[in-house]
């Protein structure tokens, strides 16, 4: 598929591409290509926009839409600054030969890197400017007095004298660079960014005409199908490649160490060869027993270890404080879990090769793509093409590798689609944790010193340029994930940073003098250790962030109730930030928060206790949590109204209230789908969603056996207030929600029944185990 | 291998394969279908569904041979980005949906129930959607559009 062919198909416009000047390619610079960095742009403001004949305008981002809403908000963002009708954009993303390198797109940090001042943002303001000022040439009047409308510049005191973009530039180039004191338009101007566009893939996604990865069909294209090794670090001892021999369609067997995969001409018959394939598997090291895992990992000796914030004087005041509270809290292994397995297909011909994937990353994949493959990375194009929302790194690179290893072996484009199975029991889990908090509280109830410390499991991650075997396939075909160094005692911090979120809230996040923090204790102590899983780990929605947030937002509110005070005054109490303040306040006014202490019954629970009556029925109750998302990057508070069934140990979430703050707001209704969304995945992996093993391989295979919420589920009804910040950054807003989601259910918990859960899930099981224990 | 001779979307299609191979590598591979989609291979999530005489199915373990002679209608069928169907459109006007993927089974496991019990209440509709996976937790929107497309069969 050529790449007109390839836009075309992607439902966007027909561009001319001869009169397009594609993005130079900008070369990689190995430091920007680790994860989390944005990738270098373009300097020149033709690898961002291109202005045809007709005025039409083609804008080119290196940050694509994986299901968020982020391709309409971007094509928002550049009919308002460019002030042409939203219809006369469109918009090419994550093409290695056609966009700019902007990284990775993950991590809340699309909304951050280009509708700020940098990147898409400022390429469009460069534009207008420019065109403005061409037109100011043209037409003779200072640019001051010129208006720009639909595409039209004119004169604001007589419009007569008016040039439009296609007449000013168009089928030639801008041969600028990006314009650094570009000025953006003022939030107050906007009649695009700002209102709640509706997404554009879907009504070809709801009638079933939008073109997925999974429907990329390129002439000659064959079909692949992995053998994965029965147990984790299986190795290969020998491959009987008769007993496939004769199967129909059946083209190759490829293995290439301990990668084994079945090429044919049909996907069911590859399926069934696949099946069918005689693999004689070394077993790996046996797996420790799930039961115990988080002792095992509370115990390991090997880590590496990150001291965020220390004031060096934690000890002392836990010594000699009047009360100290503690709690420990677990974190299971989740799985992204994509609701489609990942898929992709790879067309190698000798020492080009071109990649259709989902990946979030064309730019780093294609640099260790061509580690696996052997080839120059200037001869691999990866072309960004949507898969089902991956919420981190999930099976599209890695599915990438295995196409691109099979073309490869073959010489023809070859189609991978993974099964359940494969996808779920060798992904990149989002990890496990075990938190462990002691706070000193004086006489007043005020927290006088906060101590935490954490530790998670790691191996492998975001392959980035140069390592592949941070990713399953890469490790199966030899290469190994990026090493683990234990270090221990940790050095002290240099500078402040949030550390994802493993600094709570509370405490002033004080480095070398400096309050980097969002709260008022001063004496604090927060460190984590990492240390080697069994599994491969990876970046899963709101990573690290949201396992620290549980455990800080559960235990301000263990502390709160040790104290019989109320969960939102206590927390305003120990709060500085006044836009952190200002979202705890706004959820609880919607959610018409009751001060009072937590649990609800407390009285009747004690003379249910006195009279050995143990509850039951359905108990309700409350709760709040809250967090600046990365300390920079997004507000949330959120309230939870829930029912605990205290025969069953079922929890119903009734109501959710979110106050979000993640600065201007450029699409309303896109990111109110992000927080219910967020709210929605979070209640799923609050309440059931864990990954299990047992002595050699992970058992959580399907949807039986990784249970998920489905559409029969009651859901809760949600409420999202959003404070629009106009001239505050733009912040994230895919991660806030989700993040705040499990402390609000574990203290409305709690609040109904005085039962505190302090392991995720909350199955019914441990619910019910937990309310027995009471 | 044999050939099987089905109706997909109103349009007469024969194939020459391996009767038990599933309707779905029909539809999305030699059929080039870009609705009905691979999840699980598992009847578990409903990616692949499609309408069969009416009742969804779930076509990664429907043998296409149980199908033949048998209309098939998938995503495409119901209607098109010009002209959509009313519970396409209510998707639309309720912006239902974030990556899209798990849609065929959501639009027609509703649609299916909904001819069937028009005068269907939200408890029942939402029980209806058992097995029905959305991982981007659009829930509630989607049933929100389901419940609009009702209102509409109704009135």
């Given at each position: 598929?050529?790449?007109?062919?390839?836009?075309?198909?992607?439902?966007?416009?027909?561009v001319s591409f001869g009169a397009v000047r594609l993005?130079?390619?900008?070369?990689?610079?190995?430091?920007?290509?680790?994860?989390?960095?944005?990738?270098?742009?373009?300097?020149q403001l033709d690898g961002w926009i291109a202005i045809r004949a007709d005025g039409s305008i083609t804008?080119?981002?290196?940050?694509?839409?994986?299901?968020?809403?982020?391709?309409?908000?971007?094509?928002?963002?550049?009919?308002?600054?460019?002030?042409?009708?939203?219809?006369?954009?469109?918009?090419?993303?994550?093409?290695?030969?056609?966009?700019?390198?902007?990284?990775?797109?993950?991590?809340?940090?699309?909304?951050?890197?280009?509708?700020?001042?940098?990147?898409?943002?400022?390429?469009?303001?460069t534009a207008?400017?420019a065109l403005?000022a061409m037109a100011?040439e043209r037409?003779?009047?200072?640019?001051?007095?010129?208006?720009?409308?639909?595409g039209?510049?004119?004169?604001?005191?007589?419009?007569?004298?008016?040039v439009s973009y296609g007449e000013l530039i168009g089928g030639r180039t801008f041969n600028l660079?990006?314009?650094?004191?570009?000025?953006?338009?003022?939030?107050?101007?906007?009649?695009?960014?700002?209102?709640?566009?509706?997404?554009?893939?879907?009504?070809?996604?709801?009638?079933?005409?939008?073109?997925?990865?999974?429907?990329?069909?390129?002439?000659?294209?064959?079909?692949?199908?992995?053998?994965?090794?029965?147990?984790?670090?299986?190795?290969?001892?020998?491959?009987?490649?008769?007993?496939?021999?004769?199967?129909?369609?059946?083209?190759?067997?490829?293995?290439?160490?301990?990668?084994?995969?079945?090429?044919?001409?049909?996907?069911?018959?590859?399926?069934?060869?696949?099946?069918?394939?005689?693999?004689?598997?070394?077993?790996?090291?046996?797996?420790?027993?799930?039961?115990?895992?988080?002792?095992?990992?509370?115990?390991?000796?090997?880590?590496?270890?990150?001291?965020?914030?220390?004031?060096?004087?934690?000890?002392?005041?836990?010594?000699?404080?009047?009360?100290?509270?503690?709690?420990?809290?677990?974190?299971?292994?989740?799985?992204?879990?994509?609701?489609?397995?990942?898929?992709?297909?790879?067309?190698?011909?000798?020492?080009?090769?071109?990649?259709?994937?989902?990946?979030?990353?064309?730019?780093?994949?294609?640099?260790?793509?061509?580690?696996?493959?052997?080839?120059?990375?200037?001869?691999?194009?990866?072309?960004?093409?949507?898969?089902?929302?991956?919420?981190?790194?999930?099976?599209?690179?890695?599915?990438?590798?295995?196409?691109?290893?099979?073309?490869?072996?073959?010489?023809?484009?070859?189609?991978?689609?993974?099964?359940?199975?494969?996808?779920?029991?060798?992904?990149?889990?989002?990890?496990?944790?075990?938190?462990?908090?002691?706070?000193?509280?004086?006489?007043?109830?005020?927290?006088?010193?906060?101590?935490?410390?954490?530790?998670?499991?790691?191996?492998?991650?975001?392959?980035?340029?140069?390592?592949?075997?941070?990713?399953?396939?890469?490790?199966?075909?030899?290469?190994?994930?990026?090493?683990?160094?234990?270090?221990?005692?940790?050095?002290?911090?240099?500078?402040?940073?949030?550390?994802?979120?493993?600094?709570?809230?509370?405490?002033?996040?004080?480095?070398?003098?400096?309050?980097?923090?969002?709260?008022?204790?001063?004496?604090?102590?927060?460190?984590?250790?990492?240390?080697?899983?069994?599994?491969?780990?990876?970046?899963?929605?709101?990573?690290?962030?949201?396992?620290?947030?549980?455990?800080?937002?559960?235990?301000?509110?263990?502390?709160?109730?040790?104290?019989?005070?109320?969960?939102?005054?206590?927390?305003?109490?120990?709060?500085?930030?006044?836009?952190?303040?200002?979202?705890?306040?706004?959820?609880?006014?919607?959610?018409?928060?009751?001060?009072?202490?937590?649990?609800?019954?407390?009285?009747?629970?004690?003379?249910?206790?006195?009279?050995?009556?143990?509850?039951?029925?359905?108990?309700?109750?409350?709760?709040?949590?809250?967090?600046?998302?990365?300390?920079?990057?997004?507000?949330?508070?959120?309230?939870?109204?829930?029912?605990?069934?205290?025969?069953?140990?079922?929890?119903?979430?009734?109501?959710?209230?979110?106050?979000?703050?993640?600065?201007?707001?450029?699409?309303?209704?896109?990111?109110?789908?992000?927080?219910?969304?967020?709210?929605?995945?979070?209640?799923?992996?609050?309440?059931?969603?864990?990954?299990?093993?047992?002595?050699?391989?992970?058992?959580?295979?399907?949807?039986?056996?990784?249970?998920?919420?489905?559409?029969?589920?009651?859901?809760?009804?949600?409420?999202?207030?959003?404070?629009?910040?106009?001239?505050?950054?733009?912040?994230?807003?895919?991660?806030?929600?989700?993040?705040?989601?499990?402390?609000?259910?574990?203290?409305?918990?709690?609040?109904?029944?005085?039962?505190?859960?302090?392991?995720?899930?909350?199955?019914?099981?441990?619910?019910?185990?937990?309310?027995?224990?009471? | 291998?044999?050939?099987?001779?089905?109706?997909?979307?109103?349009?007469?299609?024969?194939?020459?394969?391996?009767?038990?191979?599933?309707?779905?590598?029909?539809?999305?591979?030699?059929?080039?279908?870009?609705?009905?989609?691979?999840?699980?291979?598992?009847?578990?999530?409903?990616?692949?569904?499609?309408?069969?005489?009416?009742?969804?199915?779930?076509?990664?373990?429907?043998?296409?041979?149980?199908?033949?002679?048998?209309?098939?209608?998938?995503?495409?069928?119901?209607?098109?980005?010009?002209?959509?169907?009313?519970?396409?459109?209510?998707?639309?006007?309720?912006?239902?949906?974030?990556?899209?993927?798990?849609?065929?089974?959501?639009?027609?496991?509703?649609?299916?129930?909904?001819?069937?019990?028009?005068?269907?209440?939200?408890?029942?509709?939402?029980?209806?959607?058992?097995?029905?996976?959305?991982?981007?937790?659009?829930?509630?929107?989607?049933?929100?559009?389901?419940?609009?497309?009702?209102?509409?069969?109704?009135?």
């Amino acid at each position: 598929m050529n790449r007109r062919r390839f836009i075309v198909r992607s439902g966007a416009l027909v561009v001319s591409f001869g009169a397009v000047r594609l993005a130079q390619n900008v070369g990689l610079d190995t430091a920007v290509m680790a994860q989390g960095l944005n990738g270098p742009g373009s300097r020149q403001l033709d690898g961002w926009i291109a202005i045809r004949a007709d005025g039409s305008i083609t804008a080119f981002t290196g940050k694509c839409e994986l299901g968020h809403g982020l391709y309409t908000a971007q094509t928002q963002l550049i009919a308002e600054e460019l002030c042409v009708p939203f219809s006369r954009v469109t918009l090419v993303q994550c093409d290695t030969a056609a966009t700019p390198d902007q990284g990775t797109t993950s991590g809340a940090q699309s909304h951050p890197a280009n509708f700020n001042s940098s990147n898409l943002a400022l390429a469009a303001a460069t534009a207008r400017e420019a065109l403005v000022a061409m037109a100011s040439e043209r037409l003779s009047v200072p640019a001051g007095q010129l208006v720009v409308r639909n595409g039209v510049v004119s004169a604001a005191i007589d419009s007569t004298k008016r040039v439009s973009y296609g007449e000013l530039i168009g089928g030639r180039t801008f041969n600028l660079a990006l314009n650094q004191n570009a000025r953006r338009k003022s939030a107050a101007d906007w009649t695009v960014l700002g209102t709640p566009v509706r997404r554009v893939e879907i009504p070809a996604m709801v009638a079933g005409r939008f073109e997925f990865v999974h429907n990329v069909r390129v002439p000659g294209m064959l079909h692949g199908c992995v053998v994965r090794p029965p147990s984790t670090n299986g190795s290969v001892r020998g491959i009987d490649r008769r007993s496939v021999e004769g199967m129909p369609g059946v083209v190759d067997v490829v293995v290439r160490k301990a990668f084994v995969g079945v090429v044919a001409e049909k996907p069911w018959q590859a399926i069934q060869a696949a099946a069918r394939l005689k693999v004689d598997w070394a077993a790996g090291a046996p797996l420790g027993p799930h039961a115990d895992f988080h002792t095992r990992l509370r115990g390991d000796a090997s880590t590496r270890d990150t001291r965020m914030v220390d004031s060096g004087d934690v000890d002392a005041a836990l010594s000699k404080a009047g009360t100290v509270v503690r709690a420990r809290y677990h974190y299971p292994y989740q799985m992204h879990g994509s609701v489609g397995t990942a898929c992709a297909v790879a067309d190698v011909q000798g020492d080009k090769a071109t990649i259709w994937a989902a990946s979030q990353a064309v730019w780093p994949l294609r640099s260790s793509v061509a580690l696996v493959l052997g080839l120059r990375q200037e001869n691999i194009r990866v072309i960004f093409k949507q898969g089902p929302g991956c919420y981190g790194i999930n099976g599209a690179d890695t599915v990438a590798y295995d196409a691109a290893i099979l073309s490869q072996a073959v010489g023809k484009p070859v189609r991978v689609q993974l099964s359940r199975r494969d996808e779920m029991a060798w992904e990149n889990y989002g990890v496990a944790y075990v938190s462990e908090e002691r706070a000193a509280v004086d006489q007043e109830g005020t927290i006088v010193a906060w101590d935490y410390e954490a530790w998670t499991p790691t191996r492998g991650g975001r392959p980035g340029a140069g390592t592949p075997g941070n990713l399953v396939t890469g490790s199966l075909a030899g290469f190994e994930p990026v090493a683990f160094q234990p270090r221990s005692p940790a050095p002290a911090p240099t500078a402040f940073a949030n550390g994802n979120n493993s600094v709570p809230s509370y405490v002033t996040g004080t480095v070398n003098g400096r309050a980097g923090g969002t709260g008022r204790v001063a004496s604090q102590r927060v460190v984590i250790h990492s240390v080697r899983s069994p599994f491969f780990t990876g970046p899963l929605r709101s990573p690290d962030r949201l396992q620290n947030t549980f455990a800080h937002e559960s235990f301000i509110d263990e502390i709160a109730a040790s104290r019989r005070l109320d969960p939102v005054e206590y927390r305003l109490k120990h709060l500085s930030d006044p836009r952190l303040i200002a979202v705890v306040n706004a959820a609880a006014k919607t959610g018409n928060w009751q001060s009072r202490p937590s649990p609800l019954g407390a009285g009747a629970l004690a003379e249910a206790a006195r009279a050995s009556a143990r509850p039951t029925g359905i108990a309700s109750g409350r709760g709040i949590s809250c967090v600046l998302y990365e300390g920079d990057n997004g507000y949330c508070a959120m309230v939870a109204e829930v029912d605990v069934n205290q025969d069953t140990g079922a929890v119903i979430v009734r109501r959710l209230v979110i106050a979000n703050d993640s600065g201007p707001i450029s699409n309303p209704d896109g990111l109110r789908n992000q927080l219910e969304g967020g709210a929605i995945q979070g209640i799923s992996r609050t309440l059931l969603e864990e990954v299990t093993w047992d002595d050699r391989q992970v058992t959580s295979v399907d949807w039986r056996t990784y249970k998920p919420i489905y559409l029969s589920d009651e859901m809760p009804a949600i409420e999202t207030i959003l404070i629009n910040r106009p001239d505050m950054p733009a912040a994230g807003a895919g991660e806030t929600a989700v993040t705040v989601v499990a402390g609000a259910i574990a203290n409305a918990i709690f609040d109904a029944t005085g039962v505190r859960l302090r392991q995720v899930p909350f199955t019914p099981e441990r619910v019910r185990a937990a309310l027995l224990a009471r | 291998m044999s050939r099987i001779t089905l109706r997909v979307n109103g349009t007469p299609q024969t194939v020459d394969l391996d009767p038990a191979t599933p309707l779905l590598y029909i539809l999305a591979d030699d059929l080039q279908l870009n609705g009905p989609k691979f999840g699980c291979g598992l009847g578990q999530c409903g990616c692949c569904t499609v309408l069969v005489k009416g009742q969804a199915v779930r076509s990664c373990i429907t043998p296409v041979s149980t199908v033949a002679g048998a209309e098939v209608t998938t995503l495409e069928g119901l209607g098109s980005v010009e002209k959509p169907h009313p519970i396409q459109q209510a998707f639309i006007d309720e912006q239902a949906a974030q990556c899209g993927f798990c849609l065929s089974g959501v639009v027609l496991t509703a649609k299916a129930y909904l001819d069937r019990n028009p005068k269907a209440g939200e408890a029942e509709i939402r029980k209806a959607m058992s097995g029905v996976l959305c991982r981007c937790g659009a829930n509630t929107r989607m049933l929100k559009a389901i419940m609009r497309y009702a209102r509409g069969v109704k009135a």
